[in-house]
């Protein structure tokens, strides 16, 4: 029994660091800028890819110009969302690192 009580110790610590790693995410943030230099539409995401704040540079907002802005915000969330994937992936290698193992951390997110 001792060694299940070693495995079952091992997963609370596991599951512990992973509570502290998805909080941890909240406070990750990238931005995705698109159009016009890549300024005209700014979007913002936490780790868990929740749009924090848009920025739309008035120079953009006509009511003739609405599909290419909605290419930009899309374009924008795009490009957020990869950067803040690619933030989360490193902080969960070096968060997770020697406690989880070669368990794959897509699992996680």
Do not use: N, R, Y
């Not at 079952?8 to 698109?34: D, F, P």
């Amino acid at each position: 029994m001792e060694g299940f009580e070693k495995i079952l110790g091992q997963m609370q610590e596991a599951q512990k660091k992973v509570q502290e790693i998805q909080q941890k995410l909240a406070q990750i943030q990238a931005t995705g800028e698109a159009g016009a230099g890549a300024g005209a539409v700014k979007v913002t995401v936490d780790g868990h890819k929740k749009v924090l704040k848009l920025d739309i540079d008035k120079e953009f907002i006509h009511p003739e110009e609405k599909e290419v802005l909605q290419d930009l915000i899309i374009a924008a969330i795009t490009l957020a969302t990869q950067a803040v994937a690619e933030k989360v992936k490193e902080e969960m290698k070096q968060s997770a690192s020697g406690i989880l193992g070669e368990i794959p951390m897509d699992w996680m997110l």
